[in-house]
């Protein structure tokens, strides 16, 4: 015989009841099919070393083993129950028992126990049905034969204690004991229901969540056919709710813009707000979300293109092919940001949207000029009244795209407020490691700036405040020379004046001559902007005499030129071929271009005070005095003329204030010659700054200023010695008009115009 303990294992007589062979092992006896067991259930989960007389319930059931599996099973034939007399425990643990026989009272019919048996499997068929494994579970329940073995079988899915087990055993009546049986049986089906409800009712809640979906899919897709059908009945609210769908914003964006929507949608069209939530929609909805790909730009094609919208502009136009060639090895849509400084009408702007037809994108140009605050750039938050967007985002939108050649126009003319400083908001535009999430205040969510190509123009670096300056490449336009002016005029204004009027070609005729006059009569700049203009007058006026005669030529001559363009010619300051003692000619430079000036200077009655006046008053003085005093060092017996006068210098508007030292030997020239009475002839323009020593030191915009002496028809111009290599970026025939003549010290400049050193050592020998 041998004896198993059991724990949490339903034993019940006339059941069978499956043990795993190693649970035998330990067991002495001899474990084979027909061999007897006794099962006895241990009050608690104690491994046999530490089995007590006590540690087992007095009531027990004995068995057959009736299989044993190749799988490691044993089977045991339950049958009947019986009570324990006596344990004892063996040195070994093994188990000893006197036991006797304990039948339970048999008070229920063989008939009813069937019955119940066949409701039960009932039950539990209907119920296992509900299951994927309820086909299976059905034959497992069908192969037994009595509730005891059901129970046994079930057990195992059941959650009943080790005591519930016993408890099922200790009843005496068969009769109740069946009751118990079936109790737990229902009541484990109950539970299962329950919990499958449960389960049920999550399954639901997920297949009502995927119905919902489906149903809002269906909904749109047929609000979009409807929306088709009638477009006019698509409301706003709708169309937003489309665009925002197919914008492909980001996250914080989308989020942004649904729910400015639903305050649209809560606010209905009547409340003040309206205005305002639509107008942001319509703003956010239209702008760009979708970045493009970088498209690699043939290099000559770009070069074709820059060649056909501008003649000229060698050095800017190699620049540009750079920066495209780089883009394409670096499969970027921007980079360095370039800065185009010069005068107006030198084709800064327009190089811009050719630049951006040379590479196949779209053109935004955004002027700066006279932004004051920093919502300029940035926009105004929209608690404001009448909020809008900066002229950064304005551009971008009126572009299309996210990635256009936008050329921030006049970046010298941004000034400061108290409402902050729009050059620092413009740094963060153009900061490659900042601009891929800026923030305009209005949008409130942030935008990918890095792939836009910028390009920023000036017409002087002077006012751009350094940090703004520091991140972009200054590239310079000169200006043209009349004969660049003359080849502009023919290739490019002309022609397009004359498409835009519809005038065909052929049917005006317009010798160089008369082009020329109009760039040296009616126009005074060293951009073609005033050119173009008068390109334009002349080929509408052309157009009222053609449509009228179709087949004659409009023939430009000087009477109909004047006619035409309506003004009288710009009187062009030539220089005089006399000057008084005490007047210099001077080459000054200005945003416009460069210009010539004349310094005048005389003495009055007075004590030797300095009176200057023009517009370079305050910026003049320092200059002024230290020409002063070099002349005072360098004729000593003129001491006592300069103690009794005052000297009244005069310089004409025109120069910058910036330039205003560059006026330095003009000015000591000038002084020099009224002291020594020795006038100078006006042919020698000059310019360049001087020290306290008379060392002439170096100035810019060099190109500017002699081009506007050659228009002024000036022979001689003095440049400081260090400027010289600034000649390389002077047009030849510029300097084939001019002898140009680099100074290191006033002397030489004195020496030149007449008032010679021998003048000024005998004038010291005598002092
Ligand atoms: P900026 O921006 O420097 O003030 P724009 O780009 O507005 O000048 O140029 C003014 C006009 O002159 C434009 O119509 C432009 O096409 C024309 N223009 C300027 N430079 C050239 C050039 N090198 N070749 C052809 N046209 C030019």
């Not at 639901?204 to 009945?233: F, G, R, T, V, W």
């Amino acid at each position: 015989m041998i004896v198993v303990p059991v724990y949490n294992k339903m034993i019940l007589p006339y059941s069978r009841i499956y043990f795993r062979t190693d649970e035998f092992k330990s067991l002495s006896g001899r474990v084979a099919i027909g061999e007897k067991v006794v099962m006895l259930v241990k009050k608690e989960d104690i491994p046999k070393e530490e089995y007590k007389e006590d540690s087992f319930y007095p009531l027990a059931v004995t068995g057959n083993i009736s299989s044993i599996s190749a799988e490691g099973y044993v089977e045991v034939m339950a049958g009947e129950r019986v009570y324990i007399d006596d344990v004892s425990i063996n040195q070994d643990y093994s188990i000893e028992l006197s036991i006797r026989r304990n039948p339970v009272t048999i008070d229920i019919s063989e008939e009813l126990r069937s019955k119940k048996l066949e409701q039960i499997r009932r039950e539990m068929n209907e119920y296992v049905s509900n299951y994927s494994w309820g086909q299976s579970a059905k034959a497992f329940i069908s192969q037994f034969n009595s509730l005891e073995e059901t129970v046994c079988a079930m057990s195992i899915w059941m959650t009943i204690s080790n005591e519930e087990q016993y408890s099922l055993l200790e009843i005496d009546s068969l009769k109740k004991r069946t009751e118990e049986i079936e109790r737990m049986l229902y009541e484990y089906i109950e539970v299962a229901k329950v919990s499958s409800d449960a389960s049920f009712a999550q399954q639901e809640e997920y297949q009502n969540m995927y119905k919902e979906s489906a149903i809002k899919k269906q909904m749109e897709y047929l609000q979009k056919e409807l929306d088709e059908l009638h477009p006019e009945k698509v409301t706003d609210v709708r169309k937003f709710e489309m665009k925002i769908d197919n914008a492909g914003m980001n996250e914080t964006a989308e989020a942004e813009a649904r729910k400015v929507l639903n305050r649209l949608k809560q606010e209905g069209s009547h409340s003040s707000e309206t205005g305002m939530l639509y107008d942001y929609l319509d703003f956010v909805t239209s702008l760009s979300w979708k970045s493009e790909d970088p498209k690699n730009i043939d290099l000559d094609f770009a070069s074709k293109i820059l060649d056909e919208d501008h003649f000229g502009l060698k050095k800017v136009k190699k620049r540009i092919i750079q920066q495209i060639a780089v883009m394409n090895l670096k499969k970027k849509q921007s980079g360095s940001i370039l800065l185009f400084v010069g005068a107006p009408g030198t084709g800064k702007t327009s190089i811009g949207k050719s630049i951006a037809r040379a590479l196949g994108r779209e053109y935004s140009r955004v002027s700066l000029g006279g932004a004051r605050d920093e919502a300029d750039i940035r926009g105004h938050r929209r608690t404001y009244i009448g909020a809008m967007p900066g002229r950064i985002m304005d551009g971008i939108q009126k572009s299309g795209v996210s990635n256009p050649v936008m050329v921030l126009d006049e970046v010298d003319k941004i000034g400061a407020s108290y409402h902050g400083d729009p050059a620092s908001a413009l740094l963060e535009v153009l900061d490659p490691e900042q601009n891929h999430t800026f923030t305009d205040h209005y949008m409130n969510v942030p935008y990918d700036l890095s792939d836009v190509f910028f390009i920023c123009t000036a017409n002087t670096t002077d006012t751009i405040p350094g940090p703004l300056l520091d991140r972009m490449e200054v590239i310079h336009f000169e200006g043209y020379t009349p004969l660049e002016k003359l080849s502009i005029a023919k290739e490019h204004l002309l022609p397009k004046a004359m498409e835009k009027m519809g005038i065909p070609e052929g049917k005006i005729s317009i010798s160089d001559d008369m082009i020329n006059k109009i760039i040296s009569e009616y126009t005074r700049e060293a951009g073609v902007r005033g050119l173009r203009k008068r390109m334009d007058t002349l080929c509408r006026g052309a157009a009222v005499e053609i449509a009228k005669e179709p087949e004659n030529v409009f023939e430009v001559t000087e009477d109909r030129l004047r006619d035409e363009l309506d003004m009288r010619p710009v009187h062009r300051e030539k220089v005089p071929e006399k000057q008084k003692s005490g007047v210099v000619t001077g080459l000054a430079w200005t945003s416009a271009g460069g210009e010539i000036l004349y310094i005048e200077t005389v003495f009055t009655k007075g004590k030797g005070n300095i009176i200057i006046t023009g517009q370079l008053g305050d910026v003049m003085k320092e200059s002024a005095q230290i020409a002063v005093s070099l002349v005072k060092t360098m004729f000593p017996d003129k001491a006592d003329v300069f103690e009794k006068n005052d000297i009244h210098i005069h310089v004409p508007e025109g120069a910058v204030p910036k330039d205003g030292p560059s006026a330095g030997i003009t000015l000591t020239t000038a002084i020099a010659s009224l002291v020594t009475d020795k006038a100078v002839d006006p042919h020698f323009a000059m310019t360049g700054e001087v020290s306290l020593r008379g060392v002439v030191t170096p100035i810019g915009g060099l190109p500017e200023k002699l081009m506007a002496a050659q228009r002024a028809g000036v022979k001689n111009a003095f440049i400081p010695k260090e400027n010289e290599d600034d000649l390389r970026d002077v047009a030849k025939e510029v300097l084939d008009q001019i002898n140009v003549i680099p100074v290191s010290n006033v002397e030489e400049v004195l020496k030149k115009v007449g008032i010679t050193t021998d003048d000024m050592q005998r004038d010291t020998d005598a002092a």
